[in-house]
Structures are given as C-alpha cells and as structure tokens.
C-alpha cells in the first residue's frame, strides 16, 4: 500500500515562498527602527518648542522693561513739569495778593469811609485766597 507520491511540478514548495526568520528580523528591525526615528522627532519638537518658549519670554521681559523704563520717565517728566507750572502759578497769584493788598492798603489810608471799591477789593482779595489755597492743596497732593 504503498505508493510513491508524485511530485508534481506546481505544487512543489520553495524556500522563498515562506517567510522564514531573515524576513521576520528585517520586519522587526524596520519597527523598531521607525519607532526609534518617530519617538526622535518628537523628542526633538519638545526640546525645540520649549527653547522656543525660553527664548520668547526672554524677549518679552525685555521689551516689557524697555516699554515700563519709557513709561517711568514719561511720568516722572509730566510729573516735573506739572510741579513747575504749579509752582509759577502759586508764585503768579502770590504777586497779585500782595499787589492787591497794597491796593486795599493805599484805599483805605485814601478813604476814610469803606466805599464800594474797597468791597470790591476784599471780595478779590478773598477770591484770590481761596484759589491760593485750592493751588496749595493740590501741590501738596502732587508732593
């Protein structure tokens, strides 16, 4: 019963038609390779964005600190100059009450008798004293 088994020629098996363990190592080696190369990249964006952030912050503070350095000066200029115009303006009403003081002074040693022009003088006189003070007030707040 037994018979040779016959070959025939499109059934034969070949080496090269079954992966054998060369294929298998190359596959692998191509994924782990793949996965090397992928996890490398993005390895690289991480470490490249977060130089990207450390950079722009850097440069952020600084041109914050050149804008907050303008802003200090500007104010402090303002701040002189307001001072200075103040300070004209208090010396400019302190002329006029001590002209006007004359004024009422050279009146009534003129007049014997209070007339309306002397009322009208220390009703000035009273005017210019309360902005004299108003002025005061708000140097001293600048202060």
């Known amino acids: 019963m037994s018979t040779p088994l ?3 020629p499109d059934m034969q098996l070949s080496r090269n038609n079954h992966p054998g363990p060369s294929h298998k190592k190359s596959y692998k080696l191509v994924v782990v ?3 090397v190369l992928v996890g490398c990249g993005l390895g690289g964006a991480y470490l490249y964005t977060n130089y990207l952030k450390k950079a722009l912050t850097v440069d952020l503070a ?3 600190q050149v804008q907050l350095q303008t ?3 500007d104010y402090q200029q303002q701040l002189s ?3 200075a115009s103040v300070n004209q303006e208090m010396t400019d009403l302190q002329d006029k009450v001590e ?3 004359q004024l009422l002074a050279f009146t009534k040693d003129s007049a014997s008798s209070k007339t309306d022009s ?12 309360k902005k004299l003070e ?3 007030k708000n140097l001293d707040v600048l202060k």
């Open 71 to 73: 802003i200090q000066h």
């Open 118 to 129: 002397s009322n009208q003088l220390y009703t000035q006189l009273a005017e210019v004293k």
């Open 62 to 64: 600084q041109q914050n």
């Open 99 to 101: 002209h006007l003081n």
């Open 134 to 136: 108003e002025l005061q």
């Open 81 to 83: 100059d307001l001072k």
């Open 6 to 8: 016959e070959v025939l």
């Open 33 to 35: 390779v793949w996965f």
